[in-house]
């Protein structure tokens, strides 16, 4: 399964991929609507906040809208969405993110447009190993 990778060491803190990210998805540039966020805690290098496809949020979703397409990327129905943000609440990364102008949450599908954009090379795909389902995707194949 492709992941998004970021490293540290060569981010420069221009946010270049948070713009890219925007206009990708939303048509806009607004660090808000990003589906990757840079973080300069003023402590240590700079840290990324995105998703890591760890897929603990499929099983907090109460409609069954999330779930994992078959790359393995977490990936959101919208028809299914009831806007409860469980997900958001839930995700031990703090990468499901919410902005109040939409109904859904959105996270990171691994797109590679902030990959592109990235003058300094800090992010790139990188191929890991598939997760082990979640309890709901383990479930979902027993019953059919």
């Not at 991929?17 to 607004?30: I, R």
Request: net charge negative.
């Amino acid at each position: 399964m492709n992941v998004l990778s970021f490293d540290p060491e060569l981010c420069v803190g221009c946010h270049i991929c948070e713009e890219v990210c925007s206009d990708t998805w939303f048509k806009t540039t607004d660090v808000e609507r990003s589906r990757i966020r840079i973080l300069d805690e003023g402590t240590g290098p700079l840290q990324a906040v995105f998703c890591v496809q760890c897929g603990e949020c499929i099983d907090v979703c109460p409609t069954k809208a999330l779930y994992r397409d078959r790359k393995g990327i977490v990936r959101l129905r919208k028809k299914l969405c009831v806007g409860c943000l469980s997900c958001v609440g839930f995700c031990p990364y703090g990468a499901m993110f919410y902005h109040p102008d939409y109904l859904e949450p959105f996270n990171c599908i691994v797109c590679g447009q902030c990959v592109k954009a990235c003058p300094a090379d800090a992010l790139s795909i990188v191929e890991e190993a598939t997760p082990a389902p979640t309890v709901t995707e383990q479930w979902e194949t027993v019953v059919g």
